[in-house]
């Protein structure tokens, strides 16, 4: 077992504990940010939104990615409200949806792109 814990801010810091089982198939990870003073907390945004609910609702493997900001860096993109970090949580269906999004985005680009080339080639040859 693994147990990892890092600051967030001054006041929170962030545990999380990796288990492998036997089978290394079968693995749980579990974050929890708890404030050193219990009035403060880190804002938690999990796939782009902001999250007030309990962490365990989270089914630990559905969670892709998991990044932490502090500092400046959380108060330039959070506000006020990222003042004593932020947790960023990303699931695996939420970046799933984005990829697709993207490339569906990329496709059209390519299409309108094409358009435009073979009628500039068209305009040459005629």
Do not use: W
């Not at 504990?17 to 003073?37: G, L, M, W």
């Not at 609910?53 to 409200?81: C, Q, W």
């Not at 985005?105 to 005629?126: A, D, G, P, V």
């Amino acid at each position: 077992m693994l147990i990892l814990c890092f600051f967030v801010s001054a006041n929170v810091f962030a545990q999380g504990i990796d288990s492998v089982q036997k089978d290394t198939s079968k693995r749980t990870s579990i974050v929890d940010a708890r404030p050193i003073d219990k009035s403060v907390k880190p804002l938690v945004v999990v796939d782009g939104q902001i999250y007030t609910r309990s962490l365990e609702r989270i089914n630990p493997e559905d969670i892709l990615e998991v990044s932490i900001l502090k500092g400046t860096e959380a108060g330039k993109i959070y506000g006020s409200k990222g003042i004593n970090g932020v947790v960023i949580i990303t699931t695996k269906r939420y970046a799933t949806i984005q990829y697709e999004k993207n490339l569906v985005r990329f496709q059209k680009s390519i299409s309108i792109m094409l358009i435009h080339l073979n009628q500039t080639i068209s305009k040459l040859l005629m």
